[in-house]
């Protein structure tokens, strides 16, 4: 209240100030020009007076001459008028003037003086007066024998004044009181009901008595967006508070010790205590893009983020990847860095630039037609060129030259690489801080030595690698195949009770750390509450509906276009569905989402093309009317796109000829909050470790493939929901939160050799 008190008085204050000076400007103005009027009159009656009383005065004509000015007196508005002898002697003087004139005004012996006509203003006998005095002038050589005075009452004048100031002060109220109505209608509108408004919001939110709907601010209101943009945070900020300690609190009431990203904070703090903690991956967690004139912060689709965001954010750490956007450099600091996430900035994401050749050479060529499909072994040569290794070493260097300089002024540093991009980064950086606690996580398999082996820079990766203290695989195996590759091809000790590596006094222990999601306690993060199966059954009509399609049945599949991902025998088995049971045309759908990905290297444009080609094949053989049985969507989507179908899906295919771990599989089980779903997952697939409830099939095999979608399909609920809630309680207490805790724990128990870094022996 005290804001409007202070708003309007301000407002009035203001506009009696601005119009009183107008006024004041106005008035003087006005008295200037009528004052100018008034002489220009009585000016040119004292000339036309001049002429007649000078030859009526030199003949002694005083009567004549007392009949001219009495007559003009009473034929101009005039106060009176006077002749004067040389001396300022009053000769002859209207009635008006009639003992008035003892001594002559002033201006007259200036008039006589100066022999010219003068004006003066004065106060003559309590009444404002204009005296104007004009020489009279004798024969020849006698000059200036006497003057006239014409006596201009200046009252009307002053009536003047009074009346503009009258008409000023009523304006001045008028307008005051309809700006102080408008003012106060337009901050009630504006300001008031919004204010009261949020105020409510904020007290129903506090309170927690029912979920209220945020105040909604009109896009283009500058003045209320920053307070929007916070309430919109505070609002998230608080909700994902209180969520996670309801989580904590039913974890700890059902004796559970499922890990969230709250207990990961406390975790990583108590672990990490003062060291200061840097992770390295090449994909950044945002990607700052161009839109129009202005640019965009974009999460890549990646579960990297999800696991790696909550450690940085808890100990303020450094994520070093490299700025692949096209609006990235415009969003750095001098130093390269910026404070993210973009709302409510937490850990520092420093960018590494990359040539377009490093960026060939590095990413496109030896991790990507190297590493990758040697990693994979699926059927995919790995090429491997000369010129791809010069740039991944220059690369690694660069990246390791980055790290160093970040950690400049640390003590104690840890750091989290992440990939098979990094290979040499843990030795670079180790050479040069020993003190640091280096682990790498490798998101990809390790395949047996003998397949290893096809690398020609083999040993100088496996040395690389060797520099850290920790390396990570998702499972045994590849761990296994790991520790023989080294056995096989280097000069070192393995502790194999003990998973270690010992090479030159240096301990590397190697461990599985099976990466997840963010599912806790009632599925993955944000979900939202478990919907009814009638519901769930429109949102997939409407799903399908957006496609032109209708299905009672829906399936999905969710990948980047990778020839790893086993889509084309996929598509095959649902061929093979189709003409084995036909009975399930016009009833079930497969939706495959198909992210384009790496796509300037060759094999993947080509299998881009061919998924295509293979999707319209099917669709030609078998669709009908509104329906088809594949709906192929070639493009990147986002979590939340995506989410809405594995909600309401009937299947999730997950048919990789090999991976490492596959998220999707695991993000299918956390979305399926109603118990419901069923997942056919290749056994190729670290996942299938883990959730062994999924229906595990051999991708390479078709009829298989095709017997476990009919499977899924006509699977009892009974089944169906007592291994969908054992796969969500194995994705539950083995989330994301554990991943990221256990590894934060491993590297955090690694005993530094102060003898290696100190050079003691
Ligand atoms: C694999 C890698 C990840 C990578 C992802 C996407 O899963 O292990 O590290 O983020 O592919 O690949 P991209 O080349 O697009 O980063």
Known sequence: MRLGVRLITGLIVGISLLTFLFARYEVRAEKEALRHDLFTRVDAIGQSLQQSAEPLLLAHLGRRLQIAINELKTRQ?????????????????????????????VVVSEAVGQNKSLPQTLNWHGSPMMIYAAPLHGHGEEGVIGALAIFADMQYIEAQKSEIWRQVVTHVLLQVLVIVAITLLIVRWTIIRPMARTAQYLRALRTGKSSPRPPEFRDNDNLFRPLAQEVSHLTKSLNAARASAAEEARLREAGESIWTAERLRVQVQNRLKDSALFVVSNREPYTHVRRGKSWEAVVPASGLVTALEPILCACNGTWIAHGSGDADRETVDEHDRLAVPPDEPQYTLRRVWLSKQEEAGYYFGFANEGLWPLCHIAHTRPTFRAEDWACYQEVNAKFAEAVLREMEGTVDPALLVQDYHFALLPRLVKEKRPDARVAIFWHIPWPNPEAFRICPWERELLDGLLGADLIGFHIQAHCNNFLETIDKALECRIEWDSFAVNRHHHLTVVKPFPISVACNGNGAEGAVEAKASASLYLERASLLKQHGVEAAFMGIGVERVDYTKGILERFLALERFFDKYPEYRGRFTFVQVAAPSRTRIRRYQDLCDEIHRRAEEINWKFESGKWKPIVLLERHHSHEEIASYYR???????????????????????????????????????????LRDALLVNPYDIEQMAEAIRYALEMDSAEREARMARMRRAVRENNIYRWAADLIAELSDIRIEKSVATGIE
């Open 77 to 105: 508005d005039l106060y009176g008028v006077a002749i004067f002898n040389a001396d300022g002697k009053p000769l002859l003087v209207t009635p008006s003037l009639d003992g008035q004139l003892d001594v002559a005004p």
């Open 648 to 690: 309401c899906a009937d299947l999730c295919l997950v048919t990789s000829l090999h991976d490492g771990m596959n998220l999707v599989a695991k993000e299918f089980v956390a979305a399926r909050e109603d118990d419901r779903g069923v997942l056919i997952l290749s056994g190729f697939t670290g996942a299938a470790r883990e």
